[in-house]
Nanobody, 118 residues
């Protein structure tokens, strides 16, 4: 199975943008549906976005639709999350995940912290 390593988190002002990356080890990356989740302090982990194996289908949480874009490059074994128009409510640890469907993620990265200042 793959191992996932996120990067790209950091501190950004409200209204700014960040791009998260998730690099996967192994040669089976293209066989997984990939997703992004986030967890704020004291809250449960929430779904953010998912992308199909080929990248032709994407799904977003209502809270990020129109602001975030998930994409993948199977040649580079990497999935991305472009985040625009960030607000303080987007502050969270963001996790990359791999699974068999967009509701059955079973492999998780260690997370990367995104902090949005107002």
């Amino acid at each position: 199975q793959v191992q996932l390593v996120e990067s790209g988190g950091g501190l950004v002002q409200a209204g700014g943008s960040l791009r998260l990356s998730c690099a996967a080890s192994g040669r089976t990356f293209s066989t997984y549906v990939m997703g992004w989740f986030r967890q704020s302090p004291g809250k449960e982990r929430d779904f953010v976005a998912a992308i199909s194996r080929s990248g032709g289908y994407t799904n977003y949480a209502d809270s990020v639709k129109g602001r975030f874009t998930i994409s993948r490059d199977n040649a580079k074994n990497t999935v991305y999350l472009q985040m625009n128009s960030l607000g303080p409510e987007d502050t969270a640890v963001y996790y990359c995940a791999a699974g068999d469907t967009d509701t059955t993620f079973r492999i998780w990265g260690q997370g990367t912290l995104v902090t949005v200042s107002s």
